[in-house]
């Protein structure tokens, strides 16, 4: 590129990106505007301001504005703002005609927007012109009737002028074209400030018939109380009812009739009205009808007909529940118990017989676990409440026949037979429906019912019968053997209940053997045997070497002798042999640790040190982790303790010292050598410096 002189010039050069990766903050344009504002970096100086002194540069000044308007205007004429620029401008210069002039030829441009009139209208009036003003505002409402701007302008210009006439002309203009209702009520209003109370019924009547909605046939209404019309207000209520007719019944007319009876203390009538609008209009929509009817019963009714309201109102809620879902339980439930409140017998039989009528549909037991309860609740009532104790044993026996006992039961059925038949003083008629029970379904809570029915009773021998019958359907049950063993110990025969404790150890199977073997040796304690206490010990110790076994030992060989513990240690050491054969460190330093705390209340300083010097070193160690599949999965630390007694942990603890020491011995050399080196490169330094002197002393 060349330029006039001839030279070339060169162009800038640009400099390239190198890194193209982005910025970790991240600047918007928002942010780059935000931050010029903050520091006023687009800060325009004003305009100077122009003093004008003569006429002449006061035209001039005009002249400029009007062309710079006009050309404005020129090239956007359906811009408003520019016109009412204008023309304000123009008021004020006092231009008066030229203002209304431009506000003229505004509305030659868009005559429908609404704000090139209330600018025209408010400048006539700010300027006093009235009559101009009126002027504006008839043309603006009979161009744009809809626009309620202009009436509610108009008006109120009319009576800030006492011009009352003159507005109430202007609103019945506007209520020709049927206005929506707020028009309406500031009419009303515009009348109750002048007393004019026959006008404003007038008004309102035209309003209802224009709007017919509950909301305004009740604001007609108040408004009649509100003057102390009640006979009015009343037949504007009985009105509103008859143009609703019962295709269009809505409950806020009855809740506004009702209440406005209330206050005038006509209960009777508003006990009728609400009755009147209960029994017409559907209930998903009488909610807070029934709300206002119950508390202006619990106010002004007696007992029977505030709990008529509440029993109706739930009485219905619960019968469109369980119509919609009749395995819901739940509900049936709860409108059962209505019913019982109420005491209506016929009426809670019938409710029960359609609720046990809904079977589940599966034949899961988790399904019938809800419904069983009808059963329940349905024999209790014959019983307790109808005392029908005939028709109680029918709804036991028909349960019964319902359930599928092949594939389940429900032991509190039978049970609650059983007891009921006990109650009616059948003893006979009892046993067999438990012996029944536990011939068809047995089941551990039926023995149990059974037994405890029969010790109750102190039949001790059917206790025993039942006891080993129990033990055969399951004899691997531990708390079996311990209750009839316990059965026998309370009952005095040792010996029996012995015998049971060895018969239950002796089980191939046992569930909770732990249970059995301490239940047993608690036996053995309270009689006081303690040398057979000590064997079972030692045949537990044979069977399982559990350190919690050992440290009950113990415990039991000093609490039988606290003056002299040395039986006690003896068994912690041998405790200590075997848990150190069997190598189960955990459960090692576990009973190390409560021979410390035995030797720290019993022992003297010797035992004390000897049982110190058996305690472990905990170490932190690595190992390989391996997935289900066998692929290593990588390294684990865990912590392990090292005995002082393992001979099998001696080469390596051995090894690791020495590891140690070497590495103590290294460390050492590095620092010897160091400081060597140090002293090397000082007397060389010195050795240097010597010679330099030497040379230098020659040369002199």
């Known amino acids: 590129m060349t330029s006039e002189g001839g030279t070339k010039s060169k162009m800038p050069k640009v400099s390239k990106v190198k890194n193209k990766t982005p910025a970790e903050i991240q600047i918007t344009a928002e942010q780059l505007i935000r931050e010029a504002k903050e520091r006023d970096l687009e800060i325009v100086a004003p305009p100077p301001k122009q003093k004008i002194s003569d006429p002449d540069e006061l035209a001039e000044y005009k002249l400029r504005k009007r062309k ?7 090239r956007n004429r359906s811009l408003v703002s520019n016109w009412i620029t204008y023309a304000q401008w123009e008021e004020s210069q006092h231009e008066i005609q030229r203002a209304r002039s431009v506000f003229e030829r505004a509305l030659d441009v868009d005559h429908r927007t609404i704000t090139i009139w209330l600018k025209y209208a408010e400048m006539e009036m700010k300027n006093k012109q009235i009559n ?5 505002w008839d043309r603006a409402v009979t161009i744009l009737p809809r626009a309620n701007q202009f009436w509610y302008k108009y008006t109120y210009m009319e009576e800030m002028l006492a011009n009352i006439a003159g507005a109430r002309q202007v609103f019945e203009r506007w209520m020709e074209w049927q206005p929506e209702e707020q028009p309406w009520l500031t009419y009303i209003k515009f009348e109750l400030r002048y007393k004019e109370l026959d006008r404003a019924r007038s008004i309102y009547e035209r309003f209802v018939l224009v709007h017919p909605e509950v909301k305004n046939w009740t604001k007609y209404a108040k408004f009649e109380q509100q003057h102390s019309y009640i006979s009015s207000a009343r037949r504007i209520y009985e009105r509103a009812v008859e143009f609703f007719g019962e295709d269009n019944m809505d409950e806020r007319l009855f809740l506004g009739f009702a209440k406005f009876e209330e ?34 019963e619990k106010k002004f009714g007696d007992r029977e007909a505030i709990e008529d309201v509440i029993v109706s109102k739930r009485r219905y809620q619960y019968e469109e529940e369980v119509k919609s879902n009749p395995h819901n339980y739940d509900a049936w439930f709860d409108y059962l118990r209505l019913f019982e409140n109420d005491g209506n ?14 079977i589940p549909p599966s034949p899961e037991k988790r399904f019938w676990r809800r419904y069983i309860y009808l059963w ?50 059948e003893l006979q008629a009892a046993r067999r429906i438990m012996g029944t029970a536990i011939g068809r379904c047995p089941k551990d809570k039926l023995f149990r019912g059974y037994i405890d029915l029969e010790i109750q009773l102190r039949e001790f021998e059917r206790c025993r019968i039942l006891y080993e019958k129990f033990l055969e359907f399951g004899p691997e049950n531990c708390t079996t053997w311990i209750k009839f063993a316990e059965l026998e110990a309370i009952l005095g025969d040792q010996e029996r209940a012995r015998a049971i404790y060895e018969l239950a150890i002796n089980q191939p199977r046992l569930d909770m053997p732990e249970v059995l073997w301490k239940s047993y040796i608690d036996f053995e304690i309270e009689g006081e045997e303690f040398d057979r206490t000590r064997a079972l010990y030692r045949r537990l110790l044979e069977r399982t070497h559990h350190v919690k076994v050992w440290i ?14 040395t039986a006690c240690r003896a068994i912690y050491k041998e405790a200590n042999k075997a848990l150190k054969i069997s190598d189960e460190k955990e459960e090692r330093m576990m009973l190390l640790e409560t021979w410390k705390e035995f030797e720290g209340e019993h022992g003297d300083e010797n035992s004390q040190e000897e049982v110190s010097k058996l305690m472990p070193k905990r170490v932190k160690k690595r190992r390989k982790v391996q997935t289900e ?4 999965a990588g390294w684990e630390e865990y912590f392990d303790y090292i005995f002082p007694s393992d001979e099998a942990t001696l080469p390596n603890l051995k090894l690791l010292a020495m590891a140690k020491a070497w590495k103590k011995q290294g460390a050492s050399e590095q620092t010897t050598a160091a400081t060597v080196a140090a002293g090397a490169e000082k007397s060389t330094a010195a050795a240097v410096a010597t010679s330099d002197g030497d040379d230098g002393a020659e040369g002199v």
């Open 629 to 632: 599949d066998g692929t290593d």
């Open 376 to 425: 329940i609740n349905y024999a209790l009532f014959e019983e307790l409440e109808a005392e029908e104790p005939e028709k109680t044993r029918q709804v036991y026996k028909a349960c019964l026949d319902l359930l599928p006992h092949k594939r389940f039961t429900f032991a509190k059925i039978w049970l609650l037979y059983g007891q009921f038949e006990i109650r009616q003083r």
């Open 68 to 74: 710079a308007f006009e050309d404005a205007i020129r």
């Open 132 to 136: 101009f003003a009126r002027n504006i």
């Open 263 to 296: 206050n005038q203390k006509e209960h009777e009538r508003a006990r009728a009205i609400y009755k009147y609008a209960l029994e017409h209009i559907e209930k998903e929509k009488a909610q807070e009808l029934f709300k206002s009817y119950t508390i202006h």
């Open 552 to 565: 009950s030992f113990a415990q039991f060989e000093l609490s039988i002798n606290p003056e002299s513990p």
């Open 345 to 358: 017998i016929d009426g809670t039989r019938e409710v029960y017989e359609r609720a046990i009528a809904n």
